[in-house]
């Protein structure tokens, strides 16, 4: 059975810090790539930023470039998103995603998400 399990969300104030993490099995995790997604109310879903675990290429929005940072253990077959200096935009539901691969289209698998608030 595939699985992709988000953790790490929470509640945190501007300025603060979370790191999330996607626990993926059933699948081969060197053969995809990974992808985080976000959710706001009244948003459209933002793709947030992607590791290839076959080519390690990763890829940021505009909007948390220089902030978050995205990193694979293939060990553990767990990705994290490290996210430095939040602020009350990045509040919304954060999903993680397997596509085949490389960071491309909607993702093959999804995980339930994981609520991220930044407090102004």
């Known amino acids: 059975e595939v699985q992709l399990v988000e953790s790490g969300g929470g509640l945190v104030q501007a300025g603060g810090s979370l790191r999330l993490s996607c626990a993926a099995s059933?699948?081969?995790?060197?053969?995809?790539?990974i992808g985080w997604f976000r959710e706001a109310p009244g948003k459209e879903r933002e793709a947030v930023s992607c590791?290839?675990?076959?080519?390690?290429?990763?890829y940021y929005s505009n909007s948390v470039k220089g902030r978050f940072t995205i990193s694979s253990d293939n060990a553990k077959n767990t990705v994290y998103l490290q996210m430095n200096n939040l602020k009350p935009e990045d509040t919304a539901v954060y999903y993680c995603?397997?596509?085949?691969?490389?960071?491309?289209?909607?993702?093959?698998?999804w995980g339930q998400g994981t609520q991220v608030t930044v407090s102004s």
């Open positions: 590791i290839s675990n076959v080519d390690g290429a990763t």
């Open positions: 995603a397997a596509a085949y691969h490389y960071c491309a289209g909607e993702g093959d698998y």
């Open positions: 059933g699948f081969t995790f060197d053969d995809y790539a």
